[in-house]
């Protein structure tokens, strides 16, 4: 396993959750492994890994470009990652009411649905 690697995977666990990591993991398969390679080794231990800027700030800028960039899937997940980087609810309202000034109204809406739903099932709610 390359330096990368592990600490991709480190970060990765630290930001997601072990059992987010675990259930990835496990559905694996050797169809997608280069795929999960490259994105442990390059997201994550790589951009992830950085310290140049705090876990917290990097989790509120991937929630406003995944908002922007119409990549609605992977906003749950990145919601849900806040409890472990810090980043407030509010702080979340707000890097979506940028997505909204820059990207558009409409993908901010769906993004703060999506974060409702999930702040929802959080707090035991859903």
């Not at 917290?56 to 990652?81: K, Q, W, Y």
């Amino acid at each position: 396993m390359s330096e990368k690697l592990k600490k991709g995977m480190e970060v990765r666990r630290a930001v997601l959750g072990d059992a987010h990591v675990d259930r990835a993991e496990t559905s694996k398969t050797a169809f997608d492994e280069p795929f999960q390679t490259m994105i442990t080794e390059g997201a994550w231990g790589t951009l992830w890994a950085d310290e140049t800027i705090s876990l917290r700030d990097r989790s509120l800028l991937t929630l406003a470009l995944l908002a922007a960039c119409g990549n609605f899937e992977e906003i749950p997940m990145h919601v849900r990652a806040t409890a472990q980087t810090g980043a407030t609810r509010d702080e979340i309202m707000q890097a979506f009411l940028h997505v909204a000034v820059y990207a558009g109204v409409p993908k901010a809406n769906h993004a703060i649905k999506l974060a409702k739903a999930t702040f929802a099932e959080m707090d035991g709610k859903s």
